[in-house]
């Protein structure tokens, strides 16, 4: 790619190397299972806020979700992600009972939770059931913007949620959106020391890119791939050891973005495993073009990685260093 600050480049092709010094040519593998589209919040970019009354809401049974990850792994794929809006009609009982059905499948394999904000009681639940990490993220590190845009969150209780987790013995993973419209010029420099002050184990960052049908609807994605690369490259350089996810959302802002963020920093894929029939209705933000079948696509991307001369992971839970 042609970058047009050589700043950048450099900084990209450093985070490269010192990625492939500590993690090789590995690609780590994360099945994610969305398994509800239904949230009681309502974030003024999200395409499942709990105002869009056009969305198809959908919730799979408890059964259609443990069989979904018996799937993903029998297909090699031993991190199952198990990801939701904030839907409350999954109790604790409900997921402690989902976690340990899946655990019992396979006990080797890693359960990450991506499903919101709950008390300190039931993310206590789900450790003691068998999951093993945590996704929350903070979204920026500015507090009146993290407002503005989640008009139903307080930005403490979202930090201190970060912590809980941590302390309850959680990998917990954390991460930003870039290009959020009225981020200060040096946006991107504050969120990366929050995670850094966090000492989070994964890190999931993506550009804002707002849905159709919300109150941001419109207004645009800010970021370009150069400044997504530079992102993924200044995390890898401040947080060495870190797991980085490629995220999806880059490849909706340009197709392959997502392998490029593997040669500035990123080390994690993650395949969307949702059934077909679910996964067009879970638009957290606009995707391009129509979905492909869960596994076959995770295969898909696989074989693609290796063709780039990089070794996905298949059977492998691929923990983060940091601990
Ligand atoms: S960003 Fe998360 S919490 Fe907010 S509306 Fe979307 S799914 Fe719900």
């Known amino acids: 790619m042609e970058f047009k600050d050589p700043a950048v480049k450099a900084r990209v092709e450093q985070a490269g190397k010192l990625t ?73 009982d409900v997921l402690v009972n989902i976690i340990k059905r899946i655990k019992a499948l396979d006990p080797e394999c890693a359960i990450t939770l991506s499903i919101g904000e709950r008390t300190e009681e039931e993310y206590k639940a789900f450790k003691d059931a068998g999951a093993d990490r945590f996704l929350m993220r903070f979204e920026t590190a500015d507090r009146a913007l993290f407002k503005s845009l989640h008009p139903d969150d307080d930005y403490d209780y979202r930090i201190e949620a970060i912590k809980t987790l941590q302390r309850l013995g959680y990998e917990t993973g954390s991460g930003f959106m870039f290009g959020i419209p009225g981020e200060a010029p040096d946006a991107d420099d504050h969120n990366i020391a929050l995670l850094k002050e966090l000492g989070v184990a994964m890190v999931g960052c993506g550009p804002f890119i707002p849905a159709e049908r919300t109150p941001m609807e419109g207004s645009g994605i800010h970021a370009d791939l150069e400044r997504c690369l530079d992102i993924y490259a200044k995390i890898r350089l401040a947080m060495p050891e870190v797991n980085i996810a490629a995220a999806t959302a880059l490849d909706a802002m340009d197709k392959g973005a997502r392998k490029l963020s593997l040669s500035a920093g990123a080390n994690v894929v993650m395949p969307n495993t949702t059934p077909a029939e679910y996964k067009d209705n879970y638009s957290i933000y606009e995707r391009k073009g129509k979905l492909d079948d869960a596994i076959a696509d995770a295969k898909k991307l696989g074989a693609e990685l290796e063709k780039l001369g990089y070794t996905p992971l298949w059977n492998q839970r691929g923990d983060s260093r940091v601990k």
């Open 20 to 92: 492939k010094k500590i993690f090789g040519n590995k690609v780590y593998i994360r099945g994610i299972i969305e398994f509800s589209n239904c949230c009681r919040k309502n974030c003024n970019y999200c395409g499942i806020r709990r105002g869009n009354t056009s969305v198809v809401r959908y919730q799979m049974s408890p059964d259609e979700i443990v069989a979904k990850a018996e799937e993903n792994l029998k297909h090699g794929i031993k991190t199952i992600v198990l990801q939701s809006g904030e839907d409350l009609s999954y109790t604790k």
